[in-house]
């Protein structure tokens, strides 16, 4: 960030631009690689930040022996969520406002202080962190599982699993894997224990031989991958607020005679509607309904998931609703030929769809993240915090992927659907499409909910209800 502040603040490091006629002069190589290294200093922090403070943050909290761990670490993601959208919302708003009327510097400088500050406030406190230590490379033992059931493909599993025909890790409260993927348990057997093991019972060769542990590992991350991948369509549907920039520049934005929203700036209701949502749900709604039922009451993690993908789909539908009407008045009027033309229509009709996407995020989204950080094992907690975030990076990638073809299919019998003229292309239509897809979505995420089976993450709520004596959860149907 400062290096990104001194193209601000230092006139030798951005091109000189004449003010008057808006002429700049090209960038000199130093200037630009100036500028490079900064973005890029700046993505590798927010890769370490990102992909590891979440996971960081449940363990300081992460109390398996207390009766109230499970709703700490809902409370947290959800707060945790939260924060970050609220960070977003201050972003585009607060730091652009003063970006564009007190200059860049002061705009870039402000993010600088709020770094340095959090930096600071970390590394002070550091001495009071839990801090786990890697001993290993979880990816390099995911792997080494795979590479050792392809070399054992051809061994035959035992009939009746015992600990002797398996290797144990020391210490290790597994002592067979299971019976699901069973084809994985290639890689934990051994075959001469003379050959395969070591004298102090280790691996001989860890790419041919791997602990139950590792297997176990393996198997809990693709099963739930199924689950997870049905909130990609979510985030592709999210992804549509692009198109209602330009259909809110079309439509009268004006809330009062001498104010509009701008067009851009209407994204900020979708993180206004998770910021306000998820303190409602933590505070208000679930206090509320435990003192209706008159015991404490929580959603299930895949009825939260699936109440999420319901959101999305019904964004769509409404999407479709009001683009219909938008497109019909546009005709009416004449506007036709005129796609940049603004209709008699409010642009306020656009809401439902960034209200029903704030809704569907924090219930898929942290849904998601707690069903991956309670049923994948401790040592998995950080890929069990950015599996969410991995979906959305696929998400953008198939809406672009759908986008394409809904473009190159439909305007081979004339207009595009998604046509650069809003008026003669239909963009109803597309919305349709999408609402039909998430349909389908909803109908392969309840196909592996049943395959699935229970949460360990329900289970403890279960199991915290039988110790309290108090407690009602809502099950999963």
């Not at 795979?146 to 144990?168: D, K, W």
């Not at 769809?353 to 094992?377: D, H, M, R, W």
Request: glycine share 8%.
């Amino acid at each position: 960030m400062i290096l990104l502040w001194s193209t601000a603040i230092i006139p030798q490091a951005r091109p000189y631009c004449d003010q008057f006629n808006t002429i700049c002069e090209a960038p000199t190589t130093p200037q630009l690689l100036l500028l490079y290294c900064s973005l890029g200093l700046i993505s590798i922090g927010a890769g370490g930040i990102r992909s590891s403070c979440m996971a960081f943050g449940a363990d300081q909290l992460d109390k398996r022996n207390n009766p109230e761990n499970t709703k700490t670490l809902q409370s947290f993601f959800g707060w945790y969520y939260a924060t970050i959208t609220f960070s977003a919302l201050i972003a585009v708003t607060l730091i652009v406002y003063v970006q564009d009327n007190l200059g860049w510097g002061m705009g870039f400088g402000i993010p600088v202080m709020l770094m340095f500050g959090s930096a600071v406030s970390f590394f002070l406190a550091s001495s009071f962190y839990i801090k786990l230590k890697a001993k290993t490379s979880l990816l390099t033992g995911l792997a080494q599982v795979i590479v050792a059931s392809f070399r054992n493909r051809h061994i035959e599993l035992p009939s009746h699993a015992t600990n002797e025909v398996y290797h144990i890790r020391k210490g290790s409260m597994l002592q067979v894997p299971s019976e699901k993927l069973r084809f994985l348990n290639k890689a934990c057997v051994i075959k001469d224990p003379q050959e395969d093991l070591t004298s102090n019972g280790d691996a001989s060769n860890p790419w041919s031989l791997c602990t139950v542990d590792q297997v176990e590992d393996l198997k809990a991350l693709i099963r739930v991958m199924p689950l997870c991948s049905a909130g990609i369509m979510m985030s592709v549907n999210v992804y549509q607020g692009s198109f209602m920039v330009i259909q809110a520049g079309t439509m009268d934005r004006h809330v009062t005679p001498n104010f509009e929203i701008p067009a851009g700036s209407f994204s900020m209701f979708m993180m206004i509607s998770i910021v306000v949502w998820i303190p409602f749900y933590d505070r208000i709604a679930l206090p509320l309904a435990s003192k209706i039922k008159g015991k404490p009451v929580r959603l299930g993690l895949k009825q939260r998931m699936g109440i999420g993908l319901l959101c999305s789909g019904a964004s769509m539908v409404a999407s479709a609703i009001i683009e219909y009407t938008r497109r019909k008045i546009a005709i009416e009027e004449g506007l036709s030929n005129e796609p940049a033309a603004v209709v008699h229509m409010s642009a306020l009709w656009i809401l439902p769809f960034y209200i029903l996407g704030g809704l569907a995020e924090p219930f898929n989204g942290i849904g998601q993240i707690e069903f991956c950080y309670s049923e994948l094992p401790k040592t998995m907690s950080t890929i069990a915090a950015n599996i969410y975030g991995f979906g959305t990076f696929i998400s953008n990638l198939v809406a672009s992927f759908i986008t394409s073809m809904v473009d190159n299919v439909t305007k081979r019998g004339g207009e595009s659907w998604i046509s650069s003229n809003m008026n003669k292309g239909h963009y109803d239509y597309y919305y349709c499409l999408l609402a039909g897809l998430s349909m389908l979505n909803f109908i392969y995420f309840l196909a592996c909910c049943k395959a699935y089976g229970p949460c360990h993450g329900d289970n403890k709520n279960q199991a915290e209800k039988s110790k309290k004596g108090d407690y009602e959860s809502i099950d999963d149907s």
